[in-house]
């Protein structure tokens, strides 16, 4: 048996009505995420989750830039973010308090939100929505936005474990609104709908198609890969030491001596002695003066 495409994206076309779909799996890059913290198990599988489903929505945008999901509230678990990239490159991590039971997630997070925001570099636009957190899972509230927005009729399904997540969305065009295309949408979601998490985990993409939809022509497209990168640098932490100002700065010195930056993403560490702190500022001094003493 053929194994599943790793850390890939597959887009996917049904031939008879204007019905389009994505599958995506992540192991590396999702492997790669679950070792910067010890997260606990309910909180790894709407990590996950939210992984896989950043990556299906990157995929049905059209824009240069970053797409970030975003789930916060009350209740143990504070926060949720990812961020994926147009070239699907993600990073993610999640904020919790205290011991957390294997609950769902409308038990660990209360007066919730979901924020999906989409920032397009060709045009320095910014689109942002905001829904509830509804139902138990990440597909749930999703959905919540999915039906609330003006979008396309879209639906997904979600899946996690400690080694691999996967998703699949189904979205239907706009070509056509004849009873004959809306029967076949409602058709082709009841039959996704069957579909087992660990089938989307473990199946190849061109089995679990034919065991979903045998009886569809189907017009499968070549992978696209995923990968895991952080964004941070030496660089873009010393522009948000600036912008801190220099009286901040100076007065975090005098009290501990050096700055430690640590990116929640991937938890690399940046250091600045007095040195360092000093050099932020110098080029807006003149050459005789001096920002620490």
Known sequence: MKEVAHDSLHRFL??????????????????????RYDYPKSVRRILG??????????????????????????????MVVIQCSNK?????????????????????ISNGKLVISIENDQDN????????????????SLQEYF????????????????????????QRMPEQAAASADDFWNRVCML??????????????QQLLHRLFSEDDLRLFDRLPVSFRCTCDRETVENMLRSLGADEIRSM???????????????????????????????????DDHILH
């Open 253 to 287: 010195i005098e009290e501990h001596d050096d700055i430690s930056v640590r990116c929640e993403f991937c938890n690399k560490g940046y250091e600045f002695d007095r040195v360092d702190s000093e050099g932020l500022f110098l080029a807006d001094l003149p050459a």
């Open 49 to 78: 989750d939210s992984l896989a489903a950043t990556a299906l929505l990157a995929s049905t945008v059209k824009f240069e830039g970053q797409i970030t999901v975003q789930i916060q509230g009350d209740g143990p678990l504070t």
């Open 147 to 170: 039906d609330r927005s003006e979008q396309l009729p879209t639906r997904l399904w979600l899946a996690s474990d400690d080694e691999s997540a996967a998703g699949l969305l189904l």
């Open 14 to 35: 049904f031939e008879e009505f204007p019905v389009r779909g994505k599958l995506v799996h992540l192991d590396k890059s999702w492997r790669a995420i679950l070792d």
């Open 125 to 140: 636009q910014r689109y942002q929505g905001v829904v509830p957190v509804t139902g138990e899972t990440v597909a749930d």
């Open 192 to 205: 996704a709908s069957t579909i087992t998490p660990r089938e989307l985990l473990e199946l190849p993409e």
């Open 88 to 108: 699907l490159v993600l990073r993610g991590l999640a904020r919790w308090e205290g011991e957390l039971e294997d609950a769902a997630l409308d038990q660990l």
